[in-house]
């Protein structure tokens, strides 16, 4: 697979290092600003070089890739991984979950009173 002289689409790159699975579901991601390059807000049109540092908004967590070489086509994942370097920070620790209220089987059902304490007592 050659690749190209210049630039490439970003949709495209995004899509051809397998960070999305289709070119439209990168092309929305774009317009809808999940993907910056180089700190600015991308369009699906907008053109990535080699060296440029491209921001994806992926599963509630932003990755951050710079582009070591261009495609054109989805490849593998063992080519695409040749094309980028992952500059990502690490993801936040996992926080902590308190357990959920038990309630004694046979205890019924809880009052308003105790149906509200449960409430407050999970957060919500």
């Given amino acids: 697979m050659s690749e190209p002289a210049g ?3 970003v949709d495209a ?3 051809g290092v397998r960070l999305f699975t289709t070119r439209s579901a ?3 991601a774009c317009r809808a600003g999940h993907v ?4 600015d807000r991308a369009k699906p049109a907008t053109p ?3 060296g440029d540092e491209v921001a994806v908004h992926l599963a509630a967590r932003d990755v951050v890739y710079e582009v070591t070489g ?6 593998s994942a063992t080519v695409a991984a040749q094309h980028y370097l992952d500059r990502s920070p690490p993801p936040p620790p996992r926080e902590f979950v308190a357990p959920v209220a038990q309630r004694e089987r ?3 059902r809880p009052t308003k009173r105790e149906r509200r304490e449960i409430d407050r ?3 919500r």
């Fill in 7 to 9: 630039a490439v689409r």
């Fill in 13 to 15: 790159w995004v899509w």
């Fill in 26 to 28: 990168a092309a929305a």
């Fill in 36 to 39: 910056r390059v180089n700190g």
């Fill in 48 to 50: 990535v070089r080699v």
């Fill in 70 to 75: 261009l495609l054109l086509k989805r490849a």
């Fill in 106 to 108: 046979g205890a019924g």
């Fill in 121 to 123: 007592w999970r957060g």
